[in-house]
């Protein structure tokens, strides 16, 4: 069962599908688990939906949310700013304790890439959440920005673009608008990948609010509940080495899950082998 549902930010209409196996929550609450969209992207990239639609599977109940100014919810279109993120995943929590079909009890989250790094940051401020996987997520932006733009060449050209951003905002109030691939390249073979009508620019205090951006800081606050850690082995996207921080940084229960058969988009593959072990980890920490 799929109900459209709206949630209110600062004024801003934002537009989720909270979705609902078909007879579960009529018996009992459910578990649930809130899906975040990655960088730019909405709630039915092929990411975000493939993996609320696996959950399901498992019997448990999704919350899919458009973040302001992405896909049909309100807002600057193309203003993604890390922590306003993380405010609306607790507002989106909110929004479950309020639902009677949801156990209020056994709320999780579920990201990639950038909403694999908001997750880990909502849950570490937010005893809420019960269980949290991040799968290409990252942990501390400064450094991922530096194994994105990993020459001399690239570092000071995107540091540049942060610069000319402050100095024409603080001149002008006016954003500078930057290429999605020069905040974060995506090689082409990828691009696929990326959610359909997601946005292909963005003003410069998004890669700014990305660049300050540290969950790092807050991931040790996670443990004592569960914490899975998925990244492709060799992420052409978002460098390996920032879920390995986050493992380092993390307490336990966390579990670090290096993958040698998918690249950045892991839920977007449908990879049988992400699947089981989700479902696996699932059952032992979080079951529905």
Not at 58 to 83: K, N
Not at 155 to 184: Q, Y
Not at 258 to 284: M, T, Y
Request: with cysteine; proline share 5%; charged share 25%.
């Amino acid at each position: 069962m799929q109900e459209r549902i709206t949630i209110d930010y600062r004024g801003l209409k934002l537009t989720g599908l909270l979705d609902a196996p078909t007879g579960a929550c009529a018996e009992k609450p459910c578990a649930a688990i809130m899906v975040l969209h990655g960088f730019g992207g909405n709630k039915d990239g092929a990411s975000t939906r493939l993996g609320a639609a696996m959950l399901a599977d498992f019997g448990y109940a999704t919350l899919r949310l458009d973040m302001p100014g992405c896909g049909e919810s309100e807002g600057e279109r193309g203003r993604v700013i890390c922590l306003e993120q993380v405010e609306c995943v607790k507002l989106a929590l909110d929004y479950l304790e309020s639902r009677p079909q949801i156990d209020s009890a056994r709320l999780g989250l579920m990201g990639s890439s950038f909403g694999g790094a908001v997750s880990v940051y909502a849950a570490g401020t937010d005893q809420r959440v019960g269980a949290v996987i991040s799968a290409g997520g990252w942990g501390d932006g400064e450094k991922k920005f530096r194994g994105q733009h990993p020459s001399p060449e690239a570092w000071a050209k995107f540091t540049g673009i942060l610069e000319e951003g402050r100095r024409r905002k603080a001149e002008t109030g006016e954003s500078l608008m930057v290429s999605r691939f020069d905040i974060v390249p995506i090689p082409e073979h990828l691009r696929q990948g990326m959610s359909a009508g997601g946005h292909m620019a963005f003003p410069a205090e998004t890669a700014q609010s990305m660049f300050d951006f540290r969950a790092n800081d807050v991931v040790g606050r996670i443990a004592p509940r569960p914490l899975l850690l998925l990244h492709s082995a060799m992420d052409s996207v978002t460098p390996t080495d920032q879920s390995i921080e986050l493992f380092r940084r993390a307490g336990q229960p966390t579990d670090l899950i290096l993958l040698s058969d998918v690249d950045h988009f892991a839920f977007g593959e449908n990879n049988p082998r992400v699947r089981a072990i989700v479902q696996d980890w699932l059952a032992k920490y979080f079951p529905a």
